[in-house]
């Protein structure tokens, strides 16, 4: 398994940018696919963004796509997510995970990291 630490969380104004980063350690970085989920306070976790072990290829939650932006660095083992036009409702926790090659979920996890978009 890959261990995972996120950083860049904050509190931000409405309309305002963060960027996530997600540093991993471990083996073979390349061969996870790596994405972001969050959780708000009373709902459940639910799945922000995706890239794929290569970079070619990503996906969003239709709440995010046009504003959210995820990125990796093989070389560094890094993975971020680029937030703009941040709203309320994107407050949450959001997590980095990993994907391992024949996983149907993540199966690594970090920490989690608070973001806070005030009104």
């Known amino acids: 398994q890959v261990q995972l630490v996120e950083s860049g969380g904050g509190l931000v104004q409405a309309g305002g940018s963060l960027r996530l980063s997600c540093a991993a350690s471990?083996?073979?970085?390349?061969?996870?696919?790596m994405g972001w989920f969050r959780q708000a306070p009373g709902k459940q976790r639910e799945f922000v963004a995706a890239?794929?072990?290569?970079?070619?290829?990503?996906d969003y939650a239709d709440s995010v796509k046009g504003r959210f932006t995820i990125s990796r660095d093989n070389g560094k083992s890094t993975v971020s997510l680029q937030m703009n036009s941040l709203k309320p409702e994107d407050t949450a926790v959001y997590y980095c995970?990993?994907?391992?090659?024949?996983?149907?979920?993540?199966?690594?996890w970090g920490q989690g990291t608070q973001v806070t978009v005030s009104s």
């Open positions: 995970t990993a994907r391992s090659l024949f996983a149907r979920s993540p199966d690594s």
């Open positions: 471990g083996r073979s970085f390349s061969s996870y696919a």
């Open positions: 890239i794929s072990r290569s970079g070619d290829s990503t």
